[in-house]
């Protein structure tokens, strides 16, 4: 008997039900309609305009991103002469290629070709912003807390707290706030279990995104409303939420005139993140202690013996069955970042999926990183999503970067989600909630496009989108 539309399929030992496929408007159609017409207008315009050569100027392209990034893979696993070789080397491909387009009268020919592609890409966006539904997260009243209580740490950002004066416009709305200001290391967790105690009907926090992970794992102990202030250096969580990194005092507006969210937390153990687990390379970076005064030369320093096998324990990660064997960097997401992100530098448009998405980065060669250029189908990359992640290692301890802070912790390490189990406040008027960084889905754009194939592939219980996979 074959599947219905509510059919679930199977990915590893995960069931996962498709989405429903969502009435489109008519200029959804016609843009998805455009962007396929612009993506077979810049595949013609080099061997219309250029010929055979146009054949010349793809593998021209291509060998000079190949050696791009070998080059950049190089500076990365190497250190003295060899490094910055590699640097100029990376530099200098493209600049190559530009060159030898030029003389060759053909600049104008990749131009045309770019700037088409340019403008499909745009178009398609155009046409997938229109489902709201697919990438805004649902909003709920909220009233206003009469008794929130907010956690600032002044150090925070380069002193964000003081440079906005936060404090004092946080009190002239009515919320009691707590200071990190002393000289001994603060348990934010104990305070913030201290003011739910005392009655907190809101418990906020104004610093990096560990801080927020710890008050928001309490918030959610006692199904109260968390609230975000982008105090941080990087604001990875509020910029997922839509929050203005640039503008801290506006989030206080969310102490007035706030919406609620339901968001997903990510579990490490009996510890909350509200980013990313991290294991392998990265941690043990961040495990530095040089590495909170130098990042980049901490980074650069250790990243050759990592890369190279020469340091770390071997992990090996089971993601709801699917194994992912030896992977020299490891990351768990609270939801999965935006398509082919193997950073998690990207955005996370939807943060209620009661997902986790799972990265395993395994490069032994610049042979291997030149193969990272097929994004998703590349050697050594698994990208999935799980319900649950387990980590093993040849060694009982291994270090793990927890939103961007760096802890120890026993092997083997359990990460799981609690799906909606966070209530977070924003406020209303959010300038990150819009559609210019939408998701790519190619499934979608060909049911917009000719609705009769998303029809088919609902009918045969398909999803509209190719399936995550572990390379």
């Given at each position: 008997m074959k599947p219905g539309r509510g059919a679930l399929r199977r990915i590893g030992s995960v069931q996962i039900k498709p989405e429903a496929v969502t009435p489109a408007a008519r200029s959804q159609r016609w843009l998805a309609r455009l962007s396929f017409l612009l993506a077979a207008v810049a595949v013609a315009i080099p061997p219309v305009f250029a010929g055979l050569t146009s054949l010349a100027m793809l593998g021209l392209g291509l060998g000079a991103a190949a050696v791009t990034l070998a080059g950049a893979y190089m500076f990365l696993a190497r250190r003295g002469v060899w490094r910055?070789?590699?640097?100029?080397?990376?530099?200098?491909?493209?600049?190559?290629?530009?060159?030898?387009?030029?003389?060759?009268?053909?600049?104008?020919?990749?131009?045309?070709?770019?700037?088409?592609?340019?403008?499909?890409?745009?178009?398609?966006?155009?046409?997938?912003?229109?489902?709201?539904?697919?990438?805004?997260?649902?909003?709920?009243?909220?009233?206003?807390?009469?008794?929130?209580?907010?956690?600032?740490?002044?150090?925070?950002?380069?002193?964000?707290v003081g440079?906005?004066?936060?404090?004092?416009?946080?009190?002239?709305?009515?919320?009691?706030?707590?200071?990190?200001?002393?000289?001994?290391p603060v348990d934010v967790a104990a305070v913030a279990e201290g003011a739910a105690a005392a009655g907190a009907d809101l418990l906020g926090v104004a610093g990096g995104d560990g801080t927020q992970?710890?008050?928001?794992?309490?918030?959610?102990?006692?199904?109260?409303?968390?609230?975000?202030?982008t105090a941080?250096?990087?604001?990875?969580?509020?910029?997922?939420?839509?929050?203005?990194?640039?503008?801290?005092?506006?989030?206080?507006?969310?102490?007035?005139?706030?919406?609620?969210?339901?968001?997903?937390?990510?579990?490490?153990?009996?510890?909350?993140?509200?980013?990313?687990?991290?294991?392998?390379?990265?941690?043990?970076?961040?495990?530095?202690?040089?590495?909170?005064?130098?990042k980049l030369g901490t980074t650069l320093n250790l990243l050759p013996d990592l890369l190279q096998g020469h340091r770390g324990a071997k992990l090996d990660a089971?993601?709801?069955?699917?194994?992912?064997?030896?992977?020299?960097?490891?990351?768990?997401?609270?939801?999965?970042?935006?398509?082919?992100?193997?950073?998690?530098?990207?955005?996370?448009?939807?943060?209620?999926?009661?997902?986790?998405?799972?990265?395993?980065?395994?490069?032994?060669?610049?042979?291997?990183?030149?193969?990272?250029?097929?994004?998703?189908?590349?050697?050594?990359?698994?990208?999935?999503?799980?319900?649950?992640?387990?980590?093993?290692?040849?060694?009982?301890?291994?270090?793990?970067?927890i939103d961007g802070e760096a802890v120890t912790m026993p092997t083997p390490v359990l990460c799981t989600v609690r799906p909606g189990a966070l209530r977070v406040r924003v406020p209303r008027d959010r300038p990150g909630v819009s559609s210019r960084e939408v998701p790519m889905d190619w499934g979608r754009l060909r049911h917009l496009a000719v609705p009769r194939l998303g029809r088919r592939a609902s009918k045969r219980g398909l999803p509209s989108a190719p399936a995550p996979r572990a390379g």
């Open positions: 910055w070789l590699s640097l100029v080397a990376c530099v200098a491909a493209p600049v190559a290629v530009i060159v030898v387009y030029a003389f060759a009268a053909l600049l104008w020919v990749a131009v045309a070709s770019a700037a088409t592609w340019l403008g499909a890409g745009l178009t398609a966006r155009f046409a997938l912003a229109g489902d709201q539904a697919r990438w805004r997260m649902p909003e709920n009243p909220a009233y206003p807390a009469r008794h929130p209580f907010l956690i600032m740490n002044p150090k925070s950002g380069g002193g964000k440079k906005f004066d936060l404090k004092r416009k946080a009190e002239d709305l009515g919320a009691e706030v707590f200071l990190m200001n002393g000289p001994e992970a710890l008050v928001a794992g309490v918030a959610a102990r006692h199904d109260i409303p968390f609230m975000v202030i941080g250096t990087r604001n990875h969580f509020a910029l997922d939420l839509g929050l203005d990194r640039d503008d801290p005092p506006a989030c206080l507006g969310a102490l007035s005139d706030g919406v609620e969210l339901r968001v997903d937390l990510g579990m490490i153990g009996s510890r909350t993140f509200v980013n990313n687990a991290s294991f392998g390379a990265y941690a043990d970076v961040v495990q530095t202690p040089a590495y909170r005064d130098d089971r993601a709801d069955g699917i194994e992912i064997s030896a992977p020299q960097a490891l990351l768990v997401a609270n939801n999965p970042y935006g398509s082919g992100d193997i950073a998690g530098l990207s955005r996370r448009l939807r943060l209620d999926r009661g997902t986790l998405g799972v990265v395993g980065i395994q490069v032994d060669s610049a042979q291997q990183a030149v193969g990272l250029l097929r994004g998703r189908r590349a050697r050594g990359l698994s990208l999935l999503t799980a319900t649950k992640v387990e980590i093993s290692a040849d060694h009982p301890q291994v270090p793990v970067g």
